[in-house]
């Protein structure tokens, strides 16, 4: 009997082996949607504050440092976004989805006059979804990969690799454009490059 025992957990553990062996599955594609060259997909706003340069996008105050926002042509609801981003400064900038509108702030609040980068902003910025250890994470002055994924009533976002904040509420459930944020009443300048985002079944 405990010869049979032992030979079944043999048998057993190597199943488990196999399994745990296995390649996780990679993570679909996310098809850009900024090709580098132009605003192609995009709506461009009247005022000359979004334009490309060396394949980046840059978004940049006028002198009346009025703001602006910038949006794709097409409307998403559960979706993952994802960029890379570079600033100097205290600037105020964000990547909004759905409607009502949810915003993932980047830069320093103007309310709050604090830097609330990754955290979420729906009128204010709620307790349970602030990023509150974005601020080891970032590289100031670099290239920062934030990726934000948009499922149902929960809102995930991941700060150069690991995820730093969530919301969940079901009343931000429609579908809208993505939008990209310069925030009126400062200087300010942002870069974004190989934006993607990918549709969820």
Known sequence: MARQLLLAALVLGSSIGILVGQEVPPTPALPPIFNGRDLTGWKAPA?????VVDGILVGEN???KKGSMLFTEKSYGDVIVEGEVRWQGEIDSGFMLRAPEVQVQIGVSRSLKRDMTCSFYVGNYPEEAQA??????????EWNQIRVRAKGDTFTVWLNGEQVSQFVSPKYADPAPIGLQIHGGLAMKVEFRDLRALELE
Do not use: I, Q, S, V
């Not at 005022?47 to 334009?51: D, G």
């Open 132 to 141: 509150k250890r974005a601020g080891e994470l970032l590289k100031p002055g």
């Open 62 to 64: 006028d002198a009346e």
């Open 47 to 51: 005022e000359p504050h979004w334009k």
